[in-house]
């Protein structure tokens, strides 16, 4: 069993920045694909970085501005946001990308407000 411990978050003004981690611990040795998702209230959680095979991708409302990334020993992967706005606040969650998932974490909450 894979667990996923999200952290990092906070309050952060419009304009900021925050680096969101994502630990993976249990029966997964090492992370190759990850996806870190949101959700904010009233609203369907989405995907909005993803690491697949080395390769990233990301949703075009954060396209510029996130980045996701692994550490060398494949067990940590990070979420660094730049440029933060207030339509980002939400409670962010890593997981696997192709939904395939493992049990979900308790996420981390992003506030941007000023």
């Known amino acids: 069993q894979v667990q996923l411990v999200e952290s990092g978050g906070g309050l952060v003004q419009p304009g900021g920045s925050l680096r969101l981690s994502c630990a993976a611990s249990?029966?997964?040795?090492?992370?190759?694909?990850m996806g870190w998702y949101r959700q904010a209230p009233g609203k369907q959680r989405e995907l909005v970085a993803a690491?697949?095979?080395?390769?990233?991708t990301y949703a075009d409302s954060v396209k510029g501005r996130f980045t996701i990334s692994r550490d060398n020993a494949k067990t940590t992967v990070y979420l660094q946001m730049n440029s933060l706005k207030p339509e980002d606040t939400a409670v962010y969650y890593c997981?696997?990308?192709?939904?395939?998932?493992?049990?979900w974490g308790q996420g981390t909450q992003v506030t941007v407000s000023s």
């Open positions: 690491l697949t095979s080395g390769r990233t």
């Open positions: 997981n696997a990308p192709n939904g395939a998932y493992y049990d």
């Open positions: 249990g029966s997964i040795v090492r992370i190759n694909n």
